[in-house]
C-alpha cells in the first residue's frame, strides 16, 4: 500500500505562522504587564519571518498537497505576500492608538496574528472545508477584536451584530456547500470544476446552492444587500481594528470569490454572473449614495468601502481574465488607499480623542500642510481621480466590462462614481477650504507621521507608475 | 540640436518640476515667486523653441515622443503636436507667466501654494494638448482639475467651495462619458492610441454613442449651452489667476477635445448631428449674449461673453458639413475651422486680459459690481486705456484679434446656410452692446463716489502685464498669417479625415 507523501513545503507560511501564533499566546500568558509590547514584537517577527517564506517559495512549482485541499500557486503567493505586508503596516498603526486607549494587550495581537493565518488558509484553499476553516478562524477573530473594547457599549453592540450577522451568513455558505456537494458529489473545488463541466447535473439545484454561496461571500464582502453590519462595525469597533477588518480581509474575500466562484464554478459563469451584477450595482449606489448623508469619518469610510466592494465585483463578473486580474489590482489598492484613510483617523486621534468626526479635520491644511495632502492624496484615490492609483483601479475594472460589452452596467459604474467623488471632495473642502476650530498641533510618533507619509506617497507614486503591480495582477491569471 | 531634446517632455515637467520646489520650499520663502517667474518663463522660452523647430509643411504630428508606460495595458507615454496643439502649447505657456505676475503682490496668504498650483496646472494643460496616446490624455485631463479645484477653492470669494465643486463635479460628470468612449474604442481599435482610434471603422451606432459621449464631456468643458452653468460661478468665485487660466485655457480644452475626437473619430455621426452642435452653438451665441447684456457683475459679464465666444468655436468646426455639402471645393470648410481656432487662441488672449482688467479693479475696490464704479477714466486714464481697447477686441472690432475669428467664421457661415450667418452676426451688436456698455458704466461719465476718485492708475506691474496681451492682440489682428501658417496643414488634414466616411 502506498501513502501520498503529504508536501508540508506548500504549507509551511502556515505552519510556522500557527506555531508562532501558538508561541505568541504562551509568551502573552506569563509576561503580564510586558505583554503588549512583547507580543508586539513577535508579531511583526512572525508576519515579516512569514512574508520572507512566502517570498522565498515564489518561485516554486505550483501544485496541490494536503490530498488536494491546499492550493499553492501565484495567486496565492501574491495574496498571502499582500496580506503580511499590509498586516505589518497595520500593526504599526495600532500601536499608538492601543497604547493611549489602555488596549496594548497581547490578545489585540494574538488575534491578529490568527487572523492573518485565518486569511492565508482561505487564500490557499481548494476545498469546501478548508475554505470554511480559514473564514471562521478570520471570522472569530474579528468579533473578539471587535468586542476587545470592553467597556464600549458601541464596540460591543457592534461585535454582536457582526457576529450575529457573520454566524448567519457563515450558515448560508456551508449551506450552499453542501447543496453542491450534494449535486457534484466533492467538496474539492478541481473535482467539482470537472464535474460541472462534463455537464449532466442538476441545473435547478446547482444554482440554488450558487446562490447561498454568493450570499456568504457576499457578506464577507460587505456587498448590498448584505452590507448592513459594515457600517456598525466599522464605526463600533476602535479604529486600530477597524483599520484591521478594512484591510486585508478585503484581500481574502477576494481569495474567496476567485477559488469559489471562478476556479470552482468558473463554467456557471453565466449563472453567477447576473447576481455579481445585482450586487456590484446595488453595492455602488447604495454605497455611494449613503456615504454622502454621513457626518462621521469612519461611517463614510464604511460606506464608501461597500462602494468599492460594487467595483471590486465588476472585474470578477466580467468573467475574464483580464477582469479577475482588474478586479486584484483593486483589492490591492483599495487595501492600500483604506490603510492610509484609517491610519489618518490613528494619526489625528490622541488619548480621549477620536479623530472620527468629519468635522474634527476642519481646516488642517493650516494646521498640518502635509498631512492635509497626505490625506488628500488617499481622498482623490479613492475618488479615482488620477494621477492616484485608485484611478487606475477603476479604469482596469471598467475596461474588463466594457471588453465584456456589459456598456450599461459601464455606464452605472462611471456615473456612481462622479456621486462618489462628491463626498470625497466634502472631506478636501473641510480641510483645505474651512478653518480650523482647534487650534492643537498634531503630535502624533514619529514613527506614524513617517509611515502614513509614505503610504500616502506610494499612492501617488503607483499612480504615476501603476504597471508593475498590473503586470504582477495579469501574470497571475495568465 | 535643438529637435534631438524631449522638448515636449520638457515643457510639460519643466513647470510641474518647478511647481514642486516651489511647494516645498515653504510658504516663508521669498523665492517663491521669483522662483515661479522663472520656472514659468523657461517653460515659455521651451515653447518657442518649439516653435521655431516646427515644420509647417506637414500635418504628421511632430516632436514625437514614445515610451512604454504600463506594458501590460499597453498604455504608452506617447507624445506629439500638430498645427492645432502648438498655438495652445504657447497660450498656456504664455497665461502662466501672466497669472504669476498677475499674482505678485495680490496673493498674501500661500503664496508658495498657489504659484505651485498654477506651475503644476500648466503642466498638466501642456500634457493634455500634446498626449496621442488615449489614457495618457485622460489622466492628464483629469488630473489638471485638482489644482483648480484648489485654487478656486483655497483662494476664491465668498461662495467658493460651492462653485468649486459644482465645477469639478460637473467637468468630472462629463469626462467619465469620454473614458468610456475611450474605453470602447480601446477595445475595437485594440491600442490606446489616438490616431488609430482615428483609423478605425466604426458603425453609424457606435459614432452616434461615441460622439455623444465626446460632446458630454467636451461640451462641458466648452462650455456649451445648456451645460454651461458652472461657469459663471466658477469665474466670480474665482482669484484673478484662476479666471484666467480658467478662460484662456481650460475653455478651449473643450474645443481641443472636438476636433481631436469627436470630429476625426466619428465623422459620420458628427454630419448627421451637426445640426445639434450648430443650434448650441448659435444659441450660445444670441442667447448668451442677451444674458450678458442683463449681468451687474463684472466677472459674470465677462463668463457670459465667453461662453459666447466659445460659441464661435463650436459653430466653426461644425457648419464644414454643410460647406461640404453646398460646394464642391470646400474652401469655406477650411475658413470655418482656421477661423474656430484662431477664435480659441484669440479668445484666450483677450478673455485673459479682460479678468485681469477686472482684478485690477477688484484689487483696488474690492467689489465687482457695475454699479459701484462710474468715471474710473478720470482716475486711472491709462488702464482706461488698456480696458478700452479689450473690450473693443473682445466686440470684435477690426485690427484685433477678436475680429479674425469671427469674421472667418461667420464668413464660411454665409457658405453653409444664410441664417447660421445671420444669427452669428448678431454678436457683432450684442457683443458691442453688452462690453461697450459695461465700458460706459464702469469707466465714463463722472467720478461716481469717493471710492473711485480714491483710485490710483495701474503700476508697472500691471502696466507690462496688461501691455504685453494688448500688443499680442493687436499683432494677432493686424497679422494673423503665422498663425494661420501654423494650423493650415493640420486643418486640410482634419477635413480629408472628417469628410471620409468610416461607415
Same mark, same amino acid.
Given at each position: ?145 471587535? #468586542? ?74 460587505? #456587498? ?77 469610510? #464604511? ?176 | ?62 516632436? %514625437? ?96 467651495? +460651492? ?6 463635479? +460637473? ?20 491600442? /490606446? ?17 461615441? /460622439? ?7 461640451? %462641458? ?34 474645443? +481641443? ?97 479682460? /479678468?485681469?482688467?477686472?482684478? %485690477? ?101 500691471? /502696466? ?33 479625415? %472628417? ?5
Amino acid at each position: 500500500m502506498m501513502f501520498e507523501v503529504i508536501n508540508m513545503s506548500f504549507a509551511l507560511p502556515e505552519i510556522f505562522m500557527m506555531v508562532m501564533a501558538c508561541i505568541i499566546l504562551l509568551v502573552v500568558a506569563f509576561t503580564g504587564e510586558n505583554s503588549g509590547k512583547v507580543s508586539y514584537w513577535l508579531s511583526q517577527f512572525t508576519l515579516v519571518a512569514t512574508a520572507v517564506i512566502i517570498y522565498q517559495s515564489i518561485n516554486a512549482p505550483a501544485g496541490f498537497t494536503f490530498d488536494g485541499s491546499y492550493i499553492k500557486d501565484p495567486l496565492s503567493d501574491v495574496l498571502k505576500l499582500a496580506i503580511c505586508i499590509i498586516n505589518v503596516f497595520v500593526l504599526l498603526y495600532s500601536t499608538s492608538y492601543l497604547r493611549a486607549r489602555d488596549l496594548f494587550k497581547g490578545e489585540y495581537y494574538v488575534l491578529a496574528i490568527f487572523a492573518t493565518l485565518g486569511m492565508l488558509i482561505m487564500v490557499s484553499a481548494s476545498h469546501f472545508l478548508t475554505m470554511y476553516l480559514g473564514l471562521e478562524l478570520l471570522s472569530l477573530c474579528l468579533y473578539a477584536m471587535v #468586542a476587545m473594547h470592553r467597556d464600549s457599549t458601541r464596540a460591543t453592540e457592534a461585535a454582536m451584530k457582526y457576529f450575529i450577522l457573520g454566524a448567519l451568513a457563515s450558515g448560508m455558505l456551508l449551506y450552499g456547500m453542501s447543496i453542491i456537494y450534494g449535486v457534484t458529489g466533492s467538496l474539492e473545488l478541481s473535482s467539482i470544476a470537472s464535474a460541472v463541466q462534463t455537464g449532466g447535473l442538476n441545473i435547478t439545484v446547482l444554482s440554488f446552492g450558487l446562490v447561498f454561496l454568493i450570499i456568504g461571500i457576499g457578506f464577507k464582502f460587505g #456587498a448590498v444587500p448584505f452590507h448592513m453590519w459594515l457600517p456598525d462595525v466599522y464605526h463600533g469597533a476602535p479604529t486600530a481594528v477597524t483599520l484591521f477588518i478594512a484591510t486585508a480581509p478585503k484581500i481574502a474575500a477576494f481569495a474567496m470569490l476567485i477559488r469559489l466562484m471562478v476556479e470552482g464554478l468558473g463554467d456557471l459563469h453565466q449563472h453567477w454572473q447576473g447576481m455579481l451584477i445585482i450586487l456590484a450595482v446595488l453595492s455602488m449606489i447604495i454605497g455611494n449614495v449613503v456615504a454622502i448623508a454621513q457626518t462621521n469619518l469612519k461611517r463614510m469610510l #464604511a460606506y464608501s468601502t461597500i462602494s468599492h466592494v460594487g467595483f471590486l465585483l465588476l472585474g470578477v463578473l466580467s468573467g475574464t481574465n483580464e477582469g479577475y486580474a482588474a478586479s486584484m489590482f483593486y483589492a490591492l489598492v483599495y487595501a492600500l488607499t483604506s490603510l492610509g484613510a484609517f491610519g489618518m483617523i490613528i494619526l489625528m486621534s490622541r488619548q480621549g480623542f477620536e479623530a472620527e468626526e468629519i468635522d474634527d479635520y476642519k481646516g488642517l491644511s493650516e494646521r498640518s500642510p502635509w498631512f492635509a495632502f497626505m490625506m488628500l492624496i488617499l481622498m482623490f484615490s479613492m475618488a479615482g481621480i488620477p494621477p492616484m492609483v485608485g484611478f487606475y483601479a477603476k479604469l482596469a475594472v471598467i475596461k474588463s466590462i466594457v471588453n465584456a460589452d456589459l456598456l450599461s452596467v459601464a455606464v452605472i459604474a462611471v456615473l456612481m462614481s462622479v456621486i462618489g467623488a462628491y463626498y470625497y471632495l466634502r472631506m478636501i473642502k473641510v480641510m483645505y477650504f474651512d478653518s480650523p476650530v482647534v487650534e492643537h498641533e498634531i503630535h502624533a510618533p514619529k514613527d506614524l507621521c513617517i509611515m502614513l507619509s509614505s503610504n500616502a506617497l506610494f499612492v501617488l507614486a503607483l499612480g504615476i507608475f501603476p504597471g508593475s503591480l498590473m503586470a504582477i495582477c495579469i501574470t497571475v491569471f495568465s | 540640436m535643438i529637435a534631438d531634446l524631449p522638448l515636449l517632455s520638457l515643457v510639460i515637467w519643466l513647470p510641474i518640476l518647478g511647481g514642486l520646489i516651489v511647494l516645498v520650499n515653504g510658504d516663508d520663502n521669498i523665492w517663491a515667486r521669483p522662483l515661479s517667474l522663472l520656472m514659468s518663463i523657461l517653460t515659455f522660452v521651451v515653447s518657442l523653441a518649439l516653435y521655431a523647430g516646427f515644420d509647417l509643411s506637414t500635418h504628421e504630428m511632430q516632436f %514625437v515622443e514614445q515610451a512604454v508606460w504600463i506594458s501590460s495595458y499597453d498604455i504608452n507615454y506617447h507624445l506629439g503636436i500638430d498645427g492645432f496643439s502648438l498655438p495652445l502649447i504657447i497660450l498656456t505657456a504664455f497665461s502662466t507667466i501672466i497669472v504669476v505676475v498677475a499674482g505678485w503682490e495680490v496673493i498674501q496668504h500661500r503664496v508658495s501654494q498657489y504659484m505651485a498650483a498654477f506651475l503644476i496646472m500648466e503642466g498638466l494643460m501642456i500634457a493634455v494638448f500634446t498626449a496621442l496616446d488615449a489614457i495618457l490624455f485622460y489622466v492628464f485631463f483629469e488630473a489638471m482639475l485638482i489644482p483648480l479645484f484648489l485654487v478656486i477653492g483655497i483662494w476664491g470669494g465668498p461662495n467658493r467651495v +460651492y462653485a468649486t465643486i459644482k465645477f469639478f463635479l +460637473y467637468t468630472f460628470f462629463g469626462s467619465v462619458f469620454l473614458l468610456l468612449a475611450l474605453l470602447y474604442l480601446n477595445h475595437v481599435a485594440g491600442s /490606446f492610441s489616438i490616431l488609430d482610434y482615428q483609423q478605425v471603422s466604426l458603425s453609424m451606432q457606435e459614432q452616434t454613442w461615441l /460622439f455623444l459621449a465626446f460632446l458630454i464631456a467636451f461640451a %462641458v468643458k466648452v462650455p456649451m449651452w445648456p451645460v454651461h452653468t458652472w461657469l459663471p460661478d466658477a469665474h466670480v468665485e474665482a482669484p484673478t489667476g484662476g479666471s484666467v487660466i480658467l478662460a484662456a485655457i481650460t475653455l478651449k480644452i473643450g474645443g +481641443y477635445g472636438l476636433l481631436r475626437f469627436a470630429l476625426p473619430i466619428a465623422p459620420d455621426a458628427s454630419m448627421a448631428l451637426d445640426w445639434l452642435v450648430i443650434s448650441l452653438s448659435l444659441i450660445a451665441v444670441v442667447y448668451i449674449g442677451f444674458v450678458a447684456l442683463a449681468q451687474s457683475d463684472l466677472k459674470k459679464l465677462i463668463a457670459y461673453s465667453s461662453i459666447a465666444h466659445m460659441g464661435f468655436v463650436t459653430l466653426g468646426l461644425f457648419i464644414v458639413f454643410r460647406i461640404f455639402a453646398n460646394s464642391a471645393t470646400g474652401s469655406g470648410a477650411v475658413l470655418a475651422v482656421e477661423g474656430a481656432v484662431i477664435q480659441m487662441i484669440s479668445h484666450g488672449f483677450i478673455a485673459a486680459a479682460m /479678468f485681469l482688467s477686472v482684478g %485690477v479693479l477688484y484689487d483696488r475696490m474690492h467689489t465687482r459690481e457695475i454699479s459701484a464704479y462710474g468715471g474710473v477714466v478720470n482716475t486711472m486714464p491709462i488702464f482706461a486705456g488698456f480696458a478700452v481697447f479689450f473690450a473693443m477686441a473682445n466686440a470684435g472690432l477690426p485690427g484685433t484679434s477678436g475680429f479674425v475669428g469671427e469674421f472667418m467664421v461667420i464668413l464660411a457661415a454665409f457658405q453653409a446656410n444664410f441664417w447660421f450667418a445671420f444669427l452669428a452676426a448678431t454678436t457683432l451688436i450684442l457683443g458691442a452692446a453688452y462690453t461697450l456698455w459695461m465700458i460706459k458704466r464702469v469707466f465714463f461719465g463722472e467720478v461716481a463716489n469717493d471710492n473711485v476718485a480714491a483710485l490710483t492708475d495701474v503700476n508697472r506691474r500691471e /502696466f507690462w502685464m496688461l501691455a504685453s496681451l494688448a500688443s499680442i492682440v493687436l499683432i494677432m489682428g493686424l497679422w494673423p498669417a503665422p498663425l494661420i501658417d501654423v494650423l493650415h496643414a493640420s486643418v486640410e488634414h482634419l477635413l480629408t479625415q %472628417v469628410s471620409q466616411s468610416k461607415l
